[in-house]
């Protein structure tokens, strides 16, 4: 008898074009259909996992939900569907701390199906490799050298990006956001992040703090004004022929460490009703065999690190996985405790007004620290 699961993935072609081709193959040799929804990529990082579990069976979700997922019995773990050997095998292939990063409390709660982290872009076509800058002072002197000739850094500073960025930004200061963090971040390291953050508005494009990250893409790889971009999400889709106009390349952001960790993780819902079936599909599509081949070649960004060392995958995306790898593997981790996902919303808006208004930063870094104590449990 053949059944049918229901899925919410987010609505870019890197979010749902390879779940669409993986899904089909897998319905062909198994009988079981896998019906994707998509949701928009705001709604992937601040929709709450509670508006969706009752109504799907399969959820792409990012990591920081998985504590508010522990707490209310959302997600099932995996421990319970899928073999050991198995979940050992692909946190062994993970892609950096992907993996890990959808464990909480000693338990599984997705598996790592997309990986991703902050880094570079450029327009390889006007912007020399040997030119990109490997640290901030050399940032920001490009920007102010592009400026001379009418050209822009791009960075992206929506809301979401805005949290991302200061998050990067805190854990190359040697202070990173942490859990068990008495507060948010210090005085003098919170300062600094805020006044670099901006700088970065300040000598960027225009558009900055309206643009996430696709938005941004979309623009470099369409426009000849901005030539490079220091910090933001990256997707392989845009070093790939005929995705856009002209192509971007990618690198390890400025200091090379401690990018925010992004990516995607498929977790399982706790109301699904045929959840060894679902624990089967998702331990094949997160596979090395299916993430370097039939997942990479429909537009994935493969969690494998199998698939970012392949030969196959860097060919068709410039090198694309072999250029960022040391920045993903190097990547911050966030926090992920019952309260840090709708904190971490906060954290955006705030920042993203206090960059858009000029406001005082030591008045915005005591609202965070505060507002950072009160979304621990038991505070």
Request: aromatic share 10%; proline share 5%.
């Amino acid at each position: 008898m053949s059944v049918t699961l229901k899925g919410i993935t987010w609505d870019h072609p890197r979010g749902y074009e390879p779940l669409m081709a993986c899904s089909a193959v897998y319905e062909k040799q198994s009988a079981v259909k896998i019906e994707w929804h998509k949701r928009s990529l705001t709604a992937f990082g601040d929709q709450s996992l509670e508006e969706l579990c009752n109504n799907f069976d399969l959820l792409i979700i990012d990591h920081p939900h998985v504590g508010l997922a522990e707490n209310k019995g959302l997600l099932e773990p995996l421990e319970n569907m899928i073999p050991t050997e198995k979940l050992e095998c692909i946190n062994t292939q993970s892609a950096g701390p992907s993996f890990l990063s959808y464990n909480y409390l000693n338990k599984q709660w997705a598996l790592p199906i997309d990986a991703a982290m902050q880094a570079a872009a450029y327009r390889p076509d006007l912007l020399a490799e040997e030119k990109l800058p490997g640290t901030w002072k050399h940032v920001f002197e490009l920007a102010e050298n592009l400026r001379k000739y009418g050209r822009y850094m791009g960075t992206a500073l929506s809301p979401t990006d805005c949290l991302c960025s200061f998050l990067t930004l805190a854990a190359q200061a040697n202070a990173p956001v942490r859990e068990d963090n008495s507060e948010l971040i210090g005085r003098e390291p919170g300062l600094n992040v805020l006044d670099k953050l901006k700088r970065l508005k300040d000598i960027s494009h225009p558009e900055c703090l309206q643009w996430t990250p696709v938005n941004l893409f979309d623009y470099m790889s369409s426009n000849d004004d901005v030539l490079f971009s220091p910090l933001a999400f990256c997707y392989n889709n845009y070093s790939r022929n005929n995705f856009r106009k002209k192509k971007l390349a990618f690198h390890s952001v400025p200091e090379r460490t401690n990018a925010v960790l992004g990516g995607a993780g498929i977790a399982i819902s706790s109301s699904c009703k045929n959840k060894s079936i679902a624990g089967e599909f998702i331990s094949w599509i997160c596979s090395a065999e299916i993430q370097q081949t039939i997942y990479t070649d429909a537009q994935g960004q493969p969690g494998n690190i199998l698939a970012w060392t392949a030969e196959k995958p860097n060919k068709i995306t410039s090198n694309f996985f072999f250029n960022t790898l040391s920045t993903l593997e190097n990547a911050y981790v966030r926090p992920r405790y019952n309260g840090w996902a709708e904190f971490q919303s906060t954290l955006g808006n705030i920042v993203h007004k206090f960059l858009k208004y000029d406001e005082d930063s030591n008045t915005v870094l005591d609202t965070l620290n505060i507002l950072f104590q009160q979304s621990k449990p038991n505070t």
